[in-house]
């Protein structure tokens, strides 16, 4: 974060303000690269969360997905419409979770929410759970489908698909 140009470095390279490195020869820093742009983003949390069920007590275990939509450009009625695959899993909601979501996802395997208009400098970010029932299957994909639509623009799909190691 110090040197944020690229710039050929030679002595020494300081860490933290404490650690000194002499360099042999010259190194080549290529400077703060910025992140990649991107438009649509579908992530899925490599381990599992658990949360215990309030009316039977039994444990549930849960999949976090994180959406990232920052498209650059302006939209109006932007929706997300997502989808999960086969197999015994459903979205999973908690008191936090906006009303929108509340009324259409817990225990089903699509929703749609209605995002509204977007300005070229907005950006959104998105967490949802879902549950699955019982103990999940090891080695069986478990599928999920988001697609971004708005009046006029193209439309944007992205997919996950995740594989559970075996459980007891």
């Not at 999920?144 to 559970?164: I, Q």
């Amino acid at each position: 974060s110090v040197e944020p140009e690229k710039k050929e470095i030679s002595g020494s390279l300081t860490v933290n303000g404490a650690d000194s490195f002499p360099i042999s020869g010259n190194l080549n820093y290529i400077g703060i690269e910025k992140d990649s742009d991107f438009k649509f983003v579908k992530e899925v949390k490599r381990s599992l969360d658990e949360t215990v069920d309030s009316q039977t007590g039994n444990t549930i275990k849960l999949l976090r997905y994180h959406v990232l939509i920052n498209l650059g450009e302006a939209r109006n009625n932007v929706i997300l419409k997502d989808s999960l695959g086969e197999g015994a899993f459903s979205y999973y909601i908690d008191d936090a979770l906006e009303k929108a979501f509340k009324s259409s996802a817990p225990g089903k395997k699509s929703f749609q929410l209605k995002l509204g208009n977007v300005s070229s400098e907005e950006g959104l970010e998105l967490y949802y759970y879902v549950k699955f029932e019982g103990i999940p299957k090891a080695n069986f994909a478990y599928r999920n489908n988001v697609e971004l639509s708005s009046d006029g623009g193209s439309t944007l799909a992205a997919s996950s698909e995740r594989y559970l190691q075996e459980f007891a």
